[in-house]
């Protein structure tokens, strides 16, 4: 109740934030909301989906024309997720419900519990791009290209390939330089040759 009882002033921040920095000329804006994907697949964390649903509403409502972008994921501290439920259909319900607010959704979808459930991407509203995170910055190898590029092929089965990116699962920040550049330049190289067999 305690938490709840400082969102107003929160939403109020974020959206200072935000209006500061379309003044200075942003075109993009992205939510990172890994406590709210936290919060969803938890119950015991006390969030819902209406809930989720009205804080993005609130800090997205009546800005100018923008792209509009979330970031889900289940955390990344030490290279470990924070949350035991690592699905993603209790993410979905939420999602759909931001249809006509949010333009752009940055999924973590490396761990095997979401790609299990990758289907469920088909039931994206189609206002929406799907940045899908399959590179997985937690694993301290490098995927190889085939690997990346045989994954892309799947996800284009569910979404098409006008709306579909292809990202790390989070920031590679906390990764040492050798790990970020070989894991990035295997991502890049994947999507230059599935774009080539398309």
């Known amino acids: 109740a305690e938490r709840r009882a400082i969102w107003p002033a929160v939403i109020a921040l974020i959206r200072a934030e935000i209006q500061a920095c379309i003044a200075?000329?942003?075109k993009e804006i992205q939510l990172d909301l890994p406590h709210v994907a936290m919060g969803l697949v938890d119950a015991q964390a006390g969030w819902t989906t209406e809930t989720a649903v009205a804080i993005i509403r609130a800090i997205f409502a009546d800005l100018p024309a923008i792209r509009r972008s979330i970031h889900l994921c289940y955390g990344d501290f030490m290279a470990q997720s924070w949350?035991?439920?690592r699905t993603f259909h209790p993410l979905l319900p939420m999602i759909q419900a931001l249809d006509g607010v949010v333009d752009?959704?940055?999924?973590e979808f490396s761990l095997p519990e979401q790609?299990?459930?990758r289907a469920l991407l088909a039931q994206i509203p189609a206002s929406m791009e799907v940045a899908a995170g399959i590179i997985d910055v937690k694993a301290p190898t490098i995927e190889s290209v085939a690997e990346v590029a045989s994954k892309i092929e799947e996800l284009l089965r569910y979404v098409p390939a006008n709306r579909l990116l292809i990202c790390p699962s989070c920031g590679?920040?906390?990764r040492d330089t050798a790990l970020a550049m070989g894991k990035a330049t295997v991502m890049v190289q994947a999507v230059h040759q599935v774009n080539q067999a398309l």
Request: aromatic letters at 6%; glycine letters at 12%.
């Open 24 to 26: 200075l000329g942003a």
């Open 172 to 174: 590679l920040g906390r």
């Open 83 to 85: 949350t035991t439920n």
């Open 115 to 117: 790609w299990a459930e």
């Open 104 to 107: 752009r959704l940055v999924l």
